[in-house]
């Protein structure tokens, strides 16, 4: 009886716990006016937030990741980049019945690598500006490093758990980062 009534005084503690949001890191600008989180408010509230020192600049009411991706502001705050290290496996297509003889190989990226999103660029009033794919910036010969779980991908070295550099904004105002296998992809506003 006393486990259980010290489970319930758990529960009761640990509810406000539940409540309160969860924020993302901020990022700042390259010239350091401007700064940009994602803050998580509960399931499916999402707000994504552009400040200055002087205070906030505008915000977004809306989920475009989660508190654990990269986002990144233009010097001007109108424009974010997200990049998005875990995505979603694309949709494989069925293979056509192989003719006879010689079975081929498809041609193109894998069905997995195909469609998949993995940065997008969003400006103020939360409409996609620019897109990169997997494919855009994963060379087809380097697919085979891109570590592949059971619905998911993950292709960005300095990020959950592979090894090299994270992503970054330079002094120039670039996006840069290395896909794995890959070489410096950058992004620009």
Same mark, same amino acid.
């Given at each position: 009886?006393?486990?259980?009534?010290?489970?319930?005084?758990?529960?009761?503690?640990?509810?406000?716990?539940? =409540?309160?949001?969860? !924020? &993302?890191?901020?990022?700042?600008?390259? *010239?350091? +006016?401007?700064?940009?989180?994602?803050?998580?408010? #509960?399931?499916?509230?999402?707000?994504?937030?552009?400040?200055?020192?002087?205070?906030?600049?505008?915000?977004?009411?809306?989920?475009?990741?989660?508190?654990?991706?990269?986002?990144?502001?233009?010097?001007?705050?109108?424009?974010?980049?997200?990049?998005?290290?875990?995505?979603?496996?694309?949709?494989?297509?069925?293979?056509?019945?192989?003719?006879?003889?010689? =079975?081929?190989?498809? !041609? &193109?990226?894998?069905?997995?690598?195909? *469609?998949? +999103?993995?940065?997008?660029?969003?400006?103020?009033? #939360?409409?996609?500006?620019?897109?990169?794919?997997?494919?855009?910036?994963?060379?087809?010969?380097?697919?085979?490093?891109?570590?592949?779980?059971?619905?998911?991908?993950?292709?960005?070295?300095?990020?959950?758990?592979?090894?090299?550099?994270?992503?970054?904004?330079?002094?120039?105002?670039?996006?840069?980062?290395?896909?794995?296998?890959?070489?410096?992809?950058?992004?620009?506003?």
């Amino acid at each position: 009886m006393r486990h259980a009534a010290l489970a319930l005084f758990l529960c009761v503690l640990s509810l406000p716990a539940l =409540a309160e949001e969860r !924020k &993302g890191r901020a990022r700042v600008s390259a *010239n350091g +006016l401007y700064s940009v989180r994602m803050v998580d408010a #509960g399931p499916g509230k999402c707000r994504l937030e552009v400040t200055k020192e002087s205070g906030p600049v505008w915000q977004l009411e809306q989920c475009l990741g989660t508190v654990d991706d990269y986002y990144f502001v233009s010097n001007d705050g109108e424009r974010v980049w997200v990049v998005w290290p875990l995505v979603e496996k694309g949709k494989t297509k069925p293979e056509p019945a192989p003719k006879r003889g010689k =079975a081929r190989k498809p !041609k &193109g990226p894998p069905g997995w690598a195909t *469609n998949v +999103l993995v940065a997008g660029q969003y400006g103020r009033d #939360g409409q996609r500006v620019l897109e990169r794919r997997l494919t855009d910036l994963v060379p087809a010969r380097q697919l085979t490093e891109v570590r592949q779980m059971t619905h998911h991908l993950k292709w960005l070295e300095g990020t959950l758990g592979i090894p090299g550099k994270g992503p970054r904004l330079t002094d120039a105002g670039v996006v840069e980062f290395e896909p794995v296998g890959g070489s410096t992809q950058q992004l620009h506003f």
